[in-house]
C-alpha cells in the first residue's frame, strides 16, 4: 500500500479512493461527477441562484477529494453573470495530493486540481499538521466574465471543532460518508451546530434518506422533501428551514 495512503487508512480500488476506516467510498467512479451535481448542485438548487446578485454561502460537511467543490466550480464558470460565492469545507483526515489526483484520473475532461491548487493545498495541510491552530486553507477562482469571485475556505480537524469556523450558511452539501458507518458526521450535536449556522430559507440536500436523519433535522425546525436519489439509489433528502 502507498504509505501516504497508509496513514489515513485508504485503499485504491478502481482507481477509486476507499476508506479503510469507515468502509465506504469517496465517490463512484461511474456517474460520480453526475451524482454530486444531482444530489448537492440541483438538490439545493443552486443553478436558480446563480442568476441572483448577493453572494452566496455554501457549507460542506466531507471536503475528500473537492468534487463537490469542482462540480460546484465548474457550473459557476459557466453561468452568465453568477453572484460572488463563498465555499466552506471541513474535512478531519486530508487526502495527500496523490490521492486527490485520482480525481483527475476519473474525470480527465473536467477542470480539477492543478498543481498550484495542489501545492497550496498540501503547504496548507502540512503547517496544520505542526499546528492545529493553522486549520483554514483559503483559495479563490475569478470569473472569466465580470467582478465575481469563487472563494474556497477549508478547515482540516473534527466536525465538532470546525463547524463552530463557518458563517451563516445558505446551502448545506451533507456529505460525510453513510451515517451508520459515520455516526459522528450525522450526531445531533453537529446538527445542532449546523441549525445554529443556518437562516430562514437556508436549505440542504444529502444522498441518505435514513429516518433519523429527517426525525432529527425536521426537530430543528427543517421542512424536508424526500427526493428520488440518483440512478438506481430510491430516496434522497433536501429541506428548507423554515
Ligand atoms: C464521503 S466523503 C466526502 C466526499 C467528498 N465530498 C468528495 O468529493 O470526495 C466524507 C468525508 O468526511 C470526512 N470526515 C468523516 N468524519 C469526519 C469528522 N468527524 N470530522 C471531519 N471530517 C470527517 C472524511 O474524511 C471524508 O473525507
Known amino acids: 500500500m502507498d504509505p501516504n495512503n497508509e496513514k489515513v487508512g485508504i485503499e485504491m480500488k478502481d ?126 477562482f475569478f470569473h472569466p466574465k465580470g467582478k465575481a469571485k469563487f472563494h474556497v475556505h477549508l478547515f482540516f480537524g473534527d466536525v465538532g471543532v470546525c463547524l463552530d469556523e463557518f458563517p451563516i450558511i445558505d446551502f448545506w452539501y451533507l456529505d460525510g460518508f453513510s451515517p451508520s458507518k459515520n455516526p459522528k458526521m450525522w450526531s445531533e450535536g453537529t446538527l445542532s451546530k449546523l441549525r445554529n449556522h443556518s437562516k430562514t430559507g437556508t436549505r440542504f440536500a444529502t444522498f441518505t434518506a435514513a429516518g433519523f436523519i429527517r426525525r432529527n433535522l425536521e426537530g430543528l425546525g427543517f421542512h424536508i422533501q424526500k427526493q428520488k436519489g440518483f440512478g438506481k439509489k430510491r430516496e434522497m433528502l433536501t429541506g428548507v428551514l423554515r
Do not use: C
Not at 482507481?15 to 460520480?32: A, H, M, R, T
Open 15 to 140: 482507481g477509486v479512493p476507499v476508506s479503510l476506516s469507515f468502509d465506504d467510498v469517496y465517490f463512484s467512479k461511474e456517474g460520480g461527477w453526475d451524482e454530486s451535481r444531482y444530489v448537492f448542485v440541483e438538490g439545493n438548487q443552486i443553478p436558480n441562484v446563480l442568476s441572483e446578485i448577493e453572494v452566496v454561502s455554501i457549507g460542506e460537511l466531507g471536503f475528500g477529494t473537492g468534487l463537490n467543490l469542482f462540480v460546484t466550480l465548474d457550473l459557476w464558470l459557466g453561468a452568465e453573470n453568477p453572484p460572488s460565492l463563498e465555499y466552506f469545507s471541513l474535512e478531519g483526515f486530508p487526502l495527500p495530493k496523490e490521492t486527490l489526483l485520482t480525481l483527475n484520473h476519473s474525470f480527465p475532461d473536467k477542470p480539477l486540481w492543478t498543481e498550484t491548487l495542489l501545492n497550496s493545498y498540501e503547504e496548507q495541510f502540512q503547517k496544520w499538521e505542526m499546528n492545529p491552530n493553522e486549520r483554514e486553507w483559503k483559495t479563490q
